[in-house]
T-cell receptor
Framework: AQSVTQLGSHVSVSEGALVLLRCNYS??????LFWYVQYPNQGLQLLLK??????LVKGINGFEAEFKKSETSFHLTKPSAHMSDAAEYFC????????????FGTGTLLAVQP | DAGITQSPRHKVTETGTPVTLRCHQT?????MYWYRQDPGHGLRLIHY???????DKGEVSDGYSVSRSKTEDFLLTLESATSSQTSVYFC??????????????FGDGTRLSIL
């Protein structure tokens, strides 16, 4: 069965510092992986997705993630944090099959300090 | 942004009353989903639909029912609301794909409080 673990429910960085949000997955089939961002009082917005093409995936707002099969990881990074990056971030893995059902991690709340 | 509208956006109701939440999409996507979001639990799937009149249960379906009579509308009903169903509810949609490679796109949510 597929599962997702996000290490660190809260991460705090200084403005301009590297952002690293960790996601490890477990999947019995070749995984499709997604990162979403949620700003306060809004729905989830797709940041990027890995669908077995390039292992380094670039997304919106300067974020990128690298798929590492040997480490079963899909960590999200951004070289320089901006105040507007403060939000909650969710990693998700597809269940496989035709229904596009996703298994979500419990989320990481990113705070950006001035 | 994907054309997804949830209504109402906020609702306060009393225990034991029926509640229906509506999700409307303009994307003609095949798949639709209802989630609830609670602190510490992330998103949990309640029910989903894979076509008109075709629905199935998710991991937290007890106390909820759904209906999809048209491609664009997916209704979530709490037959007799309980305080444990106080939550933020999200609708999502997804296009047909291969092996789960299509992302889901989310509405802005409905904040439901049951007193």
């Amino acid at each position: 069965a597929q599962s997702v673990t996000q290490l660190g429910s809260h991460v705090s960085v200084s403005e301009g510092a590297l952002v690293l949000l960790r996601c490890n997955y477990s999947s019995s089939v070749p995984p499709y992986l997604f990162w979403y961002v949620q700003y306060p009082n809004q729905g989830l917005q797709l940041l990027l997705k890995y669908t077995s093409a390039a292992t380094l995936v670039k997304g919106i707002n300067g974020f990128e993630a690298e798929f590492k099969k040997s480490e079963t990881s899909f960590h999200l990074t951004k070289p320089s944090a901006h105040m507007s990056d403060a939000a909650e971030y969710f990693c998700a893995v597809s269940e496989g099959g035709a229904t596009n059902k996703l298994i979500f991690g419990t989320g990481t709340l990113l705070a950006v300090q001035p | 942004d994907a054309g997804i509208t949830q209504s109402p956006r906020h609702k306060v109701t009393e225990t034991g009353t029926p509640v229906t939440l509506r999700c409307h999409q303009t994307e003609n996507h095949r798949y639709m989903y209802w989630y609830r979001q609670d602190p510490g639990h992330g998103l949990r799937l309640i029910h989903y639909s894979y076509g008109v009149k075709d629905t199935d249960k998710g991991e937290v379906s007890d106390g909820y029912s759904v209906s999809r009579s048209k491609t664009e509308d997916f209704l979530l009903t709490l037959e007799s609301a309980t305080s444990s169903q106080t939550s933020v509810y999200f609708c999502a949609i997804s296009a047909s794909g291969t092996g789960g490679n299509q992302p889901q796109h989310f509405g802005d949510g409905t904040r439901l409080s049951i007193l």
